[in-house]
């Protein structure tokens, strides 16, 4: 009976362990995708009964615009103070904080000493301070960091010592010429690090931080990574590896692309340069199962252009060009560029990529073959989207999202949008006029036998609308508002774009940069006075109401 309830009881331990999903880093995993395809106790028939569960006020001061970073979920992580849900995110002040997702309370708070940087703040659009969010290794399709069952073993066949001697000999060799090079996202974690649920980001001194989830204390050491003062794009992590860009020649440095393996002996830092010109999108990368790197080069604000400005571009997991699109017949550049990071999904088995260019044309593209022979053809392109040439704040920005609809067999693209929307493009459901900014919605067809983006909806006006998140057939994204509008969180329904929730007037500012979590039944988001926003069920939280 004892041995029975041992075993009861550890399996009760285990469902909890592996039920918890995760929203590990910007736009939810390395593909860029959003959906949260773990997500089931948010639906359609319940999410017009979404209510404030919380809100966390932080001590972090805002500096400039940033404040607060787009929040992660870890799920049921291991901690020295048990099982936890950990809601985690960055401050502008170099400091990042751990809440239990559950109970509303302080877990840990850490803050980088940068004192003996200078300080390079002033600029509106280089302020100086923490710029870029938090991110571990995931993604929120997975419904668990659990392993994969394991497939039955081929019986053993007899090993010589000829052959013994020949695999050692073989695998020294690779060890030798892969010392200090980034490993494909496809390599195995360093045996114990990838199990104890690290977490990165990086300080205003430039300094990649590989924190414990259970205490906020150094997992490692900290790694020289980027520029100090750097404006730092939304890191990107595949297994050992994290992925960051910088912008706005923040700092007096060229922008560039940068990766380093953080538990490589040498810490070699790898660097895709583009000067002058910027990498697109709050995101910058999106990482395909192969590990390649994909990531979209604009025009900059001033310096020397990168050789690939205007293209999509596959890059090795070292940062070396392995292909790319050039976009054609784009309009002169404007003062801020902003653009859109790509993401990447599967389709008929095979990966595609969807990039957004400056003249609101949305493309898809091979990631196999980026632009085919001529690195200027695409699968497919859309007509102009956005209205351009109307400012430096519009056109497509941000991130994109998507998801696939099993009952419908229906791949869907979200593309938000600052601005207005074009007449150029017929889409077949409007909901309301858009002057400030929407989302707008493709599915990808098959159109004798060419992959094809019919244009399906457009949302209500939203105010500058973040990066959307995907779950269970609805689209949940930030009006992020303005110094005198503050964000709003909406649930659109994800095949009409018909509004299923409105927060309502709940925040008291605008979000910067903005960006959703959706994991576990619950939505984070952040706004510009140091706060975090919790929403979700009172019923299913009592230990919440019950305080």
Avoid at 11 to 30: E, R
Wanted: charge should be neutral.
């Amino acid at each position: 009976m004892q041995r029975l309830w041992r075993v009861a009881a550890l399996a009760a331990i285990l469902n909890l362990v592996l039920s918890g999903a995760d929203w590990p880093t910007q736009s939810g995993g390395p593909q860029r995708d959003a959906w949260a395809r773990a997500e089931k106790i948010i639906t359609k028939e319940n999410v017009g009964s979404l209510e404030l569960l919380y809100k966390y006020k932080t001590d972090n001061q805002a500096i400039g615009l940033n404040s607060l970073s787009t929040p992660i979920i870890a799920g049921n992580l291991i901690t020295y103070r048990g099982f936890k849900e950990m809601l985690v995110f960055a401050g502008s002040a170099d400091n990042v904080y751990s809440v239990d997702a559950d109970l509303n309370r302080l877990l840990w708070k850490r803050h980088f000493d940068t004192a003996g940087a200078a300080s390079a703040a002033g600029a509106a659009v280089c302020p100086g301070g923490l710029t870029t969010s938090v991110a571990m290794s995931g993604s929120s399709s997975a419904g668990f960091r659990g392993s994969a069952p394991a497939k039955p073993a081929a019986p053993a066949k007899p090993v010589t010592k000829e052959d013994a001697e020949k695999a050692a000999k073989a695998k020294a060799d690779k060890e030798k010429k892969d010392a200090g090079k980034p490993p494909s996202p496809k390599a195995q974690l360093a045996p114990g690090f990838g199990h104890l649920g690290g977490m990165f980001t990086v300080s205003s001194d430039g300094f990649l931080h590989t924190l414990n989830s259970s205490t906020g204390g150094d997992l490692l050491p900290p790694v020289k990574f980027l520029p100090p003062h750097s404006n730092v794009s939304s890191l990107n992590v595949v297994n050992n590896v994290v992925f960051a860009a910088t912008s706005d020649r923040c700092g007096g440095k060229p922008n560039a692309l940068y990766a380093v393996d953080v538990t490589s002996k040498k810490m070699k830092v790898a660097r895709f340069a583009v000067n002058g010109s910027e990498i697109s999108g709050i995101g910058a990368t999106a990482i395909g199962m192969d590990g390649t790197v994909y990531v979209q080069v604009t025009p900059g604000k001033e310096g020397k252009a990168a050789p690939y400005v205007d293209c999509v571009v596959a890059l090795t997991p070292e940062l070396e060009v392995k292909g790319y699109f050039r976009l054609s017949g784009l309009p002169p550049a404007q003062s801020e560029q902003g653009g859109i990071t790509p993401t990447l999904f599967t389709w008929k088995e095979k990966e595609m990529v969807v990039a957004g260019g400056r003249d609101g044309r949305i493309y898809l593209l091979d990631a196999a073959s980026l632009g085919g022979p001529d690195h200027k053809t695409p699968l497919f392109q859309t007509e102009p989207v956005t209205v351009s040439g109307k400012g430096p704040h519009t056109g497509l920005r941000g991130a994109f999202a998507t998801w696939y609809d099993a009952d419908s067999e229906t791949r869907w693209i979200y593309a938000p949008v600052w601005g207005s929307i074009g007449s150029s493009v017929q889409f077949g459901m409007t909901n309301g006029d858009v002057s400030s900014g929407g989302l707008a919605a493709f599915q990808l067809i098959d159109e004798k036998g060419r992959p094809t983006l019919k244009p399906a909806w457009t949302s209500k006006d939203l105010t500058s609308p973040a990066p959307p998140a995907v779950a269970n057939g609805m689209v949940f994204v930030l009006s992020n508002g303005d110094a005198g509008t503050p964000a709003v969180l909406y649930a659109l329904d994800g095949t009409t774009g018909k509004e299923l929730y409105s927060s309502g007037a709940m925040a008291a500012t605008f979000s910067h940069p903005g960006g959703v979590a959706v994991a576990n039944g619950r939505v984070y988001f952040t706004t510009h006075d140091d706060t975090v926003y919790c929403l979700g069920f009172s019923k299913l939280n009592p230990q919440l109401t019950d305080r």
